[in-house]
């Protein structure tokens, strides 16, 4: 399975961006994709998942109502509304087979990653 991610640039406070992982290599019947940021000096964190057939998504508690996890055929859209300098990070998407989680380490197959700079 190979993923790539894009969409991720600078915006200022307040702006929206939509970050999306094109995904290929591999069958994804009962898989999901998550979504997850790494800041500087912090440990990647979760931020978003959601099964292969756009069900049971999750959100983490700091971007629920601002962040929309969404899928288009083999690409998985991330929307991010309402930015804050806190959402600053590369920005990873991930597979594994089986339901989403919210664990890194849970996930098998990753992106490069896309960088997310928000601006005060």
């Known amino acids: 399975v190979q993923l790539v991610e894009s969409g991720g640039g600078l915006v200022q406070a307040g702006d929206s961006l939509r970050l999306s992982c094109s995904t290929s290599?591999?069958?994804?019947?009962?898989?999901?994709i998550g979504w997850f940021r790494e800041a500087p000096g912090k440990d990647r964190e979760f931020v978003a998942s959601?099964?292969?057939?756009?069900?049971d998504k999750r959100y983490s508690d700091s971007v629920k109502g601002r962040f929309t996890i969404s899928r288009e055929t083999n690409t998985v859209y991330l929307q991010m509304n309402s930015l804050k300098p806190a959402d600053m990070a590369v920005y990873y998407c991930?597979?594994?087979?089986?339901?989403?989680?919210?664990?890194?380490?849970?996930?098998?197959?990753w992106g490069q990653g896309t960088q997310v700079t928000v601006s005060s």
């Open positions: 959601m099964r292969w057939n756009g069900g």
């Open positions: 991930a597979h594994r087979v089986g339901a989403p989680t919210r664990a890194a380490s849970d996930y098998r197959y």
């Open positions: 290599g591999g069958t994804y019947s009962s898989t999901a």
